[in-house]
């Protein structure tokens, strides 16, 4: 690739660009630390800035092949700090007095009209993955997306046939398939060293994770005016109208209320369960059996609060997936350190455990297990916003491709239904729908409200 230099009178209009806020990318000849050339550099737009997606941010920063230059919140203040946070960035990077090349937006679609935007980053309430998702691919965009996928199971077949139809990168936000222990556990179950597998045990935190406080009242019902600067009807989008509250919009009050998310039953869950369908080798597939109970929240929150499932794989291996509370006393009795969340795997010759605090086994040799050559050795990514950047610039497969996401949130929606309608859910992988209970089969889509449909 040949050498272009730029005149400081193009170094200049370039700036001046960027200070009204245009997003632009700087020449690498102007930048003298920048060591990937403008030309292969994937440009970012972030939709949803506030806690997850700030972190998300955060490591997409540190991708020396990406560069961030749009960032959009129907908060107003979130948006401009994380504008100023890029900005700050870029100016220590580029050795730059100040830089103003991040474009804020408030309304998503304006962002998505962009063309200079490669990809994006999706890291809304829950309720907004899947209609962000698809008007981005169909606008061009590559996309990153936090779990959990859709508020419905057709929501997630549409974002599925969404991605496929435009060709376009999609990556799940299940980072833990990055981390090396998670991914030698589920080489030692898909090599035999633990022999058949037959149970898998998945769980992870629920509601009461949260601040005592917070639980207790099940959340502010008490209507209040909307804050200045924040759009409310833009947020709720495609939910149900309801009045504004204290702790609807706040961090970690949106996972909980049912209009938004089926809460960390498929928010938390979302990770261990995907582990399970790594190690059991399901990632094209869903249990066809879902048979349990669990409890609802009561007040604002209206998601699942506790929940024990029994769910039954064609290859005859059962997933017990539960909430912490519930999963203590049954994983404790193997398992002598046991944490919030994790995924274990139990064969006929031994068990493999996983969180992300490390990794346990019995027998304890297993951990000592060099794979053979002739062994499946799985894809190995250590960072996963890396990942994505690579494939969107290579169009490789992603370790968390849109089908993997859709089929494991499948069990999450699942095992929501059979609790809401209390009896047990067969599914026909097959075809996508629930077998004989036409109740639960109408569950598996919601309405959308107003205008708001799935591009």
Same mark, same amino acid.
């Given at each position: ?6 005149? !400081? ?49 955060? +490591? ?33 990077? @580029? ?7 991040? &474009? ?41 997306? +936090? ?7 057709? +929501? ?65 019902? #008490? ?54 369908? =790594? ?9 066809? +059996?879902?048979?349990?109970?669990? #409890?609802?929240?009561?007040?604002? @929150? ?6 024990? @499932? ?9 997933? !017990? ?65 890396? &990942? ?24 999450? &929606? ?5 609790? !809401? ?27 959308? !409200?107003?205008? =708001?449909?799935? =591009?």
């Amino acid at each position: 690739m040949s050498t272009k230099t730029i005149s !400081r009178r193009g170094f200049l209009r370039t700036a001046a660009a960027a200070a009204i806020g245009i997003p632009t990318i700087i020449p690498a000849s102007a930048l003298g630390r920048i060591t990937t050339p403008p030309s292969d550099r994937i440009t970012l737009g972030h939709i949803g800035v506030g806690g997850r997606g700030g972190d998300l941010l955060n +490591e997409f920063l540190q991708v020396e092949k990406s560069q961030s230059v749009a960032v959009c919140d129907c908060f107003g203040d979130r948006r401009q700090a994380r504008a100023q946070q890029i900005n700050a960035h870029y100016a220590d990077k @580029f050795g730059l007095a100040a830089y103003r090349g991040v &474009h804020e937006f408030g309304d998503f679609r304006e962002l998505l009209l962009h063309q200079d935007i490669d990809a994006v980053v999706i890291a809304t309430p829950d309720h907004w993955h899947v209609p962000i998702g698809i008007a981005a691919v169909r606008s061009g965009k590559h996309i990153y997306v +936090e779990k959990p996928l859709g508020v419905s199971i057709r +929501e997630n077949q549409a974002m599925r046939r969404a991605v496929q139809e435009s060709g376009a990168v999609f990556q799940y936000g299940t980072q833990q398939r990055s981390w090396g222990q998670f991914r030698f556990a589920c080489e030692l179950v898909r090599n035999g060293y633990i022999g058949r597998l037959h149970t898998m045990h998945a769980w992870c935190p629920d509601i009461t994770s949260q601040s005592a406080d917070f639980v207790a009242h099940g959340g502010s019902q #008490q209507p209040i005016p909307v804050p200045t600067g924040f759009d409310y009807d833009l947020w709720l989008g495609p939910a149900p109208w309801s009045p504004y509250t204290a702790d609807r919009c706040r961090n970690y009050g949106t996972y909980h209320h049912y209009d938004n998310s089926l809460g960390f039953i498929a928010g938390w869950g979302a990770h261990p369960l995907d582990i399970a369908q =790594w190690g059991n080798n399901t990632d094209d597939t869903a249990p066809i +059996e879902y048979h349990g109970n669990g #409890q609802l929240a009561e007040g604002l @929150f209206t998601s699942v609060s506790a929940w024990d @499932f029994r769910c039954l794989y064609a290859n005859d291996v059962t997933l !017990r997936f539960m909430n912490e509370a519930t999963a203590k006393p049954i994983v404790s009795a193997y398992h002598p350190a046991f944490r919030d969340h994790g995924t274990t795997f139990i064969g006929d010759e031994g068990w493999v455990s996983v969180d992300r605090y490390g990794i346990y086994a019995a027998p304890e040799a297993l951990l000592n297990v060099k794979l053979r050559p002739s062994d499946l050795h799985l894809l190995e990514r250590d960072k996963h916003a890396m &990942h994505f950047i690579e494939c969107v610039r290579t169009r490789i497969p992603t370790l968390c491709p849109v089908n993997t996401a859709v089929q494991s949130d499948f069990i999450s &929606h699942l095992c929501d239904i059979s609790i !809401r309608v209390g009896r047990k859910i067969l599914w026909n992988p097959q075809t996508e729908e629930i077998i004989g209970d036409t109740e639960a089969a109408r569950m598996m889509s919601r309405p959308l !409200r107003g205008q =708001w449909r799935l =591009w």
